[in-house]
């Protein structure tokens, strides 16, 4: 059997980790023998995990990747602790570089993988860990973002991305983008889309939630994502009050999600006195009941790879909105299994009002969303071509 690896940081509740996880458990075991390298054993979805899969000893150095510096001081980890304020401070603040710096100062001070794969797998950027410390035959690295919205040392950047084999995107879309930034780059780019299950979602949509809305006077927008600057959150608060102002009382904008801008959005929820409307339901490990329960899903993104959320919520039946992001047509077909709206504040209030008015538009959009086949596991066949070495490079 083909030995693989696959590395990511944790699973915390995300999109990514989601998408990790439904590629987990789609995975032919009987074929290949596959290894998790997780930097850190946290998160909701490590529940989630299949058996099948063997999750590798937590390391203490990887773990300190996501620690505080004060914590990776106080578990004695000197050199790393130094490598982390070293990459602070060339980083002046910008929370992407950073990351890219912590590897190459905390590189020299972690452990190799003491194991040889056949085909290793970095499923989040950045790739460092299988680039420079893991022994295998073939190395693949994962993209799910739009680069061209992150800033990053360029350099520095691409000196890892030619150290991998191939590189995977999760859309055409984003691997243009991708190209767009790394234009001299010399690997060759597959697409393999993230894989849903629509029968484990739809079986997990079944569950009863009380903390949803359910006066038929409401009309219900969810979105689910991380409270962070790439999601547009922020964005969608403002547009709720615009619709607010302009007499649509009635809807309700829910979020399931966690992160570091949640003060500021309870800060903006407050400011326009939204505390009723605009409702943040934090972590929630299965975010479907409350998917099937919504008039309309919106994703208010700056940028995106390509939103797992989104065609979860296709896969349920419903409306979708998302706002014009560069990869945004390869999320959906605006006008049959979708509605693409500008992306502002004022874009993302008209999308909802356009969706709120038009109830046969919305009836469209769910009707050909319970019509179209999402389930996609056949994209693993590419990776496994690769595995079997009958991938162009």
Sequence with gaps: MKKILISSFDLEIGGVERSLINMLNSFDYKNYDVDLMLYSHTGDFIN????????????????????????????????????????????????????????????????????KYDVA????????????????DIKIGWIHTDYTKIDTDVEMDMKMWQKLDYIVAVSEECKNAFLMKYPNINKDILVIENITSPELIKKLSCEEVDDFNNDENSFNVLSVGRYSDAKGFDNAIKALKILHDRGYKNIKWYVVGYGGEEELYRKLIKENELEESFILLGKRINPYPYMKKCDLYAQPSRYEGKAVTVGEAQILGKAVMITNYKTAKSQLKDGFDGYITELSVEGIAAGIEELYNDSKLRLRLEQNCLDSNYSNESELDKLYKIINGEGEK
């Excluded at 996501?66 to 602070?88: D, Q, T, W």
């Excluded at 797998?121 to 295998?136: G, M, N």
């Design 48 to 115: 989630l995990l299949p058996k099948k899969v063997n999750l590798l000893k937590e390391s203490d150095d990887y773990r300190t990747i996501r620690m505080p510096i004060s914590s990776v001081f106080k578990n004695h980890k000197y050199r790393l602790g130094i490598g982390r304020l070293l990459a602070r401070k060339k980083a002046k603040g910008n929370g992407i570089a950073q990351m890219q710096y912590m590897w190459k100062y905390c590189l020299p001070y972690l452990p190799k993988v003491d194991k």
């Design 121 to 136: 797998i970095s499923f989040l950027w950045p790739h460092y860990c299988v680039t420079e410390k893991v022994d295998a």
